[in-house]
């Protein structure tokens, strides 16, 4: 059974940084896509980043120049480091992780409140 365990989520102060983790366990396979959502109150999810097992990173919008994924595959874990953060980034962070076949798995999610 695959599963998704974050971490690094909490309360900061505008302008501060965190770092997300999630380290993926129980799956014989390297996942082909490892991203970050996030859910704000009143507001859809969202895509934050994403990386492929190839390397291609795309980023919303919202967050280029700011946030930055990666991911080690020794440690079946993919972290985002949030940078600048924004009273707008508060929201609920979701780790998200594709199989190469098609198998889509979500973490518990982890609260990031930026606040003064």
């Known amino acids: 059974q695959v599963q998704l365990v974050e971490s690094g989520g909490g309360l900061v102060q505008p302008g501060g940084s965190l770092r997300l983790s999630c380290a993926a366990s129980?799956?014989?396979?390297?996942?082909?896509?490892m991203g970050w959502y996030r859910r704000s109150p009143g507001k859809q999810r969202e895509l934050v980043a994403g990386i492929t097992s190839g390397g291609s990173i795309n980023y919303a919008d919202s967050v280029k120049g700011r946030f930055t994924i990666s991911r080690d595959d020794a440690k079946n874990t993919v972290y985002l480091q949030m940078n600048s953060l924004k009273p707008e980034d508060t929201a609920v962070y979701y780790c998200n992780a594709v199989t190469p076949f098609a198998f889509y798995y979500w973490g518990q999610g982890t609260q990031v409140t930026v606040s003064s």
């Open positions: 129980g799956s014989r396979f390297s996942f082909n896509f």
